[in-house]
């Protein structure tokens, strides 16, 4: 069985602080997404990784890729209110676009 | 943002009743994904599409059906609701240019109870 665990599921995180959410997947795969969703709203992408070593970064968040270790991680930099949300990692095992497996979440919320 | 709608957007339906659930898309994507979203599950994906009339089951494909007649729409049906199907549901779409490294567009979900 596939399996895409994020952690930490839960975090809260002053204002200004940096911290990383990790994601592990069970399968070799060479394409991870990052997902952001605000309370009552839909999904928005954010980020797209298909490559090892890959590394996307847009504004303080920063998104990388390590196909050999199957894990993925989502740094925060100098975290702002802004930022509280919760963050969803997914797969896409067959590479073939057609199937992606999401993690359960991270809901963070940042503290002024 | 991508042009995908869902309807209805919410639904209140009993057990036992037939639900249909509309995605619409106007960007011409390849694919389409119908997804539903529980506490503690994240999403899970129950039915894709990958052309017209071309369909297969994801993850959770037990007691629902889908259909797609035309690229700009994908329908989703619960032949007969129980309530472990009250869910949020998304569509989403991907495949700009036949991309299959695309990421998905998501639409605005749809709140369904079943009572």
């Known amino acids: 069985e596939l399996k895409v665990e994020q952690n930490p599921l839960f975090l809260s995180m002053q204002e200004g602080k940096n911290y990383t959410i990790y994601c592990n997947y069970s399968?070799?795969?060479?394409?991870l997404y990052w997902y952001r969703q605000d309370p009552g709203k839909s999904l928005e992408s954010l980020f797209v990784l298909l490559s090892n070593g890959a590394v996307k970064q847009e504004g303080r968040l920063m998104a990388s890729l390590d196909t050999k270790a199957r894990l993925s991680t989502l740094h925060i930099t100098a975290a702002v209110h802004d930022l509280s949300a919760t963050y969803f990692c997914a797969v896409d095992p067959r590479d073939t676009g057609n199937q992606f497996y999401f993690g359960t979440g991270t809901s963070l919320t940042v503290i002024p | 943002d991508a042009g995908i709608t869902q309807s209805p957007r919410h639904k209140v339906t009993e057990t036992g009743t037939p639900v249909t659930l509309r995605c619409h898309q106007t960007e011409n994507h390849r694919y389409m994904y119908w997804y539903r979203q529980d506490p503690g599950h994240g999403l899970r994906l129950i039915h894709y599409s990958y052309g017209v009339k071309d369909t297969d089951k994801g993850e959770v494909s037990d007691g629902y059906s889908v259909s797609r007649s035309k690229t700009e729409d994908f329908l989703l049906t619960l032949e007969s609701a129980t309530s472990s199907q009250t869910s949020v549901y998304f569509c989403?779409?991907?495949?700009?240019?036949?991309?299959?490294?695309?990421?998905?567009?998501f639409g605005p979900g749809t709140r369904l109870t079943v009572l």
């Open positions: 399968t070799t795969s060479d394409r």
């Open positions: 989403a779409i991907s495949g700009r240019g036949g991309l299959h490294t695309d990421t998905q567009y």
